[in-house]
């Protein structure tokens, strides 16, 4: 198939070939934009004392060393934590680190992570929906 | 002996007993210096933890400059400074150990046939132990003007034969001390006073010599020149490359991910097996899911093993590289554990260090790998 306007064809398919190879973009989405989204998965909507119970509360189903997301994110999330390691953990709630929840590749590798951790499986996206709600409330 | 000539200006008016000049102002620096400097050395090397290490070196290496400088004074100094003054025949020695067994009141003004080898023995002992630290010092912790030429092999090996020669030194210090009060006691004078003064009570019997020009300003150019020729053999040696050390730079990703929750640990501080079984377990790492893509995972483990203990030579990697596969983490290992025996649990638990993970708190270069002991500084005050 001949193409009246070749180099324009050839320049369009290098320019989607550059966004496909570039690696995922920072600053991706927002809390707001995620919350969407999970919500959308779940067809349900978040609720923030949901999400503060699923923070906040003692668990069982995951590894020993961490019960509670607070093990390490402590009860208030937009104070600094501290990992087991001793290494201190940026503050989670977006009101007091605005860096939180702007790249989809990080929450979902996070999520993934310490939903494991402490729960001992995935959370499921309308969990996802309240923990967002909840922390971008603080 | 045909010399009987009393010796010129050897006498000090105003002593109620008469006194001869016996120990040159040089030979009692020398000695007094001595005692400080081993002192040192020896406090810190048989007591003292790595943090000392530093001091230890710097009393090591000035005694062995002192002995290097009271070599040339053996050579050019004032009479019983002369090593010719004392060099003992073992014929000397044996007929000293007769006429002395024998209740003999012969006495030497400078050091007896016997006291003389102690002399010799405490110079070649303090010269061998200054080479031997300098040999730890380059193949051990592979710094120094040795560090190019030895590596860790060769440095354990030097450092068994320091150990083993301090030992030898503190038992003839304590054989001197034994000798000392021993003949203080026998011959009625205080020979320690005599070390501090220069001076001995003059009697009767003394064997007198022919005083001895010394020849200080030569002396003096020699140790200078010798100072300055070893400062600039140093320099020379310390600064070729030295092989074998970790020099790789961690790459984004590895710093990143693995520095996301602790220390990005550098990877000559575990065996290629222990990073392969870290890597392949990341969803129960050390009590915590800590998963990644296969992609991240595949090029972490690459180069993780890649610059892995096996591939340097250091005294961490070499000490980490032993022990069970199963002893996963590096605060696992029974180099790891033994070497931080000593330190308080709290050190670990509480602020500013919060976990043995964190190696950073006290290991000024853990990042590089080397934990030297010159970089280590321990938190003066801990909170819970």
Same mark, same amino acid.
């Given at each position: ?69 607070? $093990? ?29 929840? $702007? ?36 | 002996?045909?010399? @009987? ?19 040159? &102002? ?95 023995? !405490? #110079?070649?002992?303090? #010269? ?14 592979? !710094? ?28 003839? &210090?304590? /054989? ?40 200080? #300003? &030569?002396? /003096? ?8 020729? /070893?400062?600039?053999? @140093? ?9 074998? #050390? ?27 097996? @222990? ?52 002893? /996963? ?56």
């Amino acid at each position: 198939m001949t193409s009246p306007i070749p180099s324009l064809k050839a320049a369009m398919a290098a320019a989607a070939l550059t966004v496909l190879a570039a690696p995922v973009l920072a600053q991706d989405t927002s809390p707001d934009q995620l919350l969407s989204a999970y919500e959308a998965e779940a067809g349900a909507s978040a609720d923030l004392a949901r999400g503060q119970a699923l923070f906040t509360g003692q668990h069982t189903g995951g590894k020993p060393d961490t019960p509670s997301c607070t $093990t390490c994110h402590t009860m208030d999330p937009r104070a600094k934590g501290q990992a087991r390691t001793g290494k201190v953990i940026e503050p989670l709630a977006p009101g007091a680190n605005p860096e939180r929840f $702007t790249e989809t590749a990080k929450v979902e590798k996070w999520f993934g992570r310490n939903c494991n951790s402490v729960l001992g499986r995935d959370c499921t996206a309308l969990e996802k929906a309240d923990l967002i709600a909840w922390l971008s409330s603080l | 002996m045909a010399r @009987n000539k009393t010796e010129n200006n050897e006498t000090q008016p105003g002593d109620a007993e008469t006194t001869v000049k016996v120990w040159d &102002i040089w030979v009692r620096l020398f000695h007094w210096g001595l005692v400080m400097t081993v002192a040192t050395a020896a406090l810190t090397g048989f007591f003292a933890n790595a943090t000392w290490l530093q001091l230890h070196i710097i009393g090591g290496l000035m005694a062995g400059a002192l002995v290097l400088a009271r070599i040339v004074w053996g050579l050019l100094g004032s009479r019983h400074a002369r090593f010719a003054d004392f060099a003992p025949s073992p014929r000397a020695v044996i007929d000293h150990l007769r006429t002395q067994s024998r209740g003999g009141t012969h006495r030497h003004l400078g050091h007896n046939p016997l006291g003389a080898l102690m002399v010799f023995a !405490v #110079l070649a002992l303090i #010269l061998s132990l200054a080479l031997s630290g300098l040999g730890t010092l380059g193949g051990v912790l592979r !710094v120094g003007p040795l560090a190019p030429d030895l590596g860790t092999d060769t440095g354990f090996a030097l450092r068994e034969a320091h150990e083993i020669l301090a030992l030898i030194l503190a038992a003839l &210090i304590a /054989l001197h001390l034994g000798g000392v009060a021993f003949e203080s006691w026998r011959s009625r004078e205080n020979l320690t006073r005599s070390m501090v003064t220069g001076r001995k009570p003059s009697r009767s019997g003394d064997v007198r010599h022919a005083p001895v020009r010394a020849r200080g #300003l &030569i002396a /003096l150019t020699l140790i200078a020149l010798a100072g300055g020729g /070893l400062a600039v053999a @140093n320099a020379t040696l310390s600064g070729r490359p030295v092989p074998g #050390l970790p020099t790789a730079t961690m790459p984004e990703l590895v710093t990143e991910e693995c520095g996301a929750c602790h220390m990005a640990y550098h990877p000559a501080l575990l065996p290629a097996a @222990n990073w392969h079984a870290i890597m392949r377990t990341l969803d129960d790492h050390f009590g915590e899911d800590a998963s990644l893509g296969t992609d991240d995972v595949a090029e972490i483990t690459a180069w993780l093993t890649t610059h892995a203990a096996e591939t340097v030579d250091t005294k961490p990697a070499r000490l980490f590289a032993r022990g069970p596969e199963d002893a /996963l983490a590096i605060t696992a290992r029974p180099a790891w554990q033994r070497l931080h025996a000593d330190l308080p649990e709290t050190l670990f638990t509480t602020q500013p260090v919060g976990s043995a993970s964190n190696c950073a708190a006290c290991h000024q270069d853990a990042e590089t790998g080397r934990m030297s002991p010159f970089a280590i500084t321990l938190p003066k005050e801990t909170q819970p």
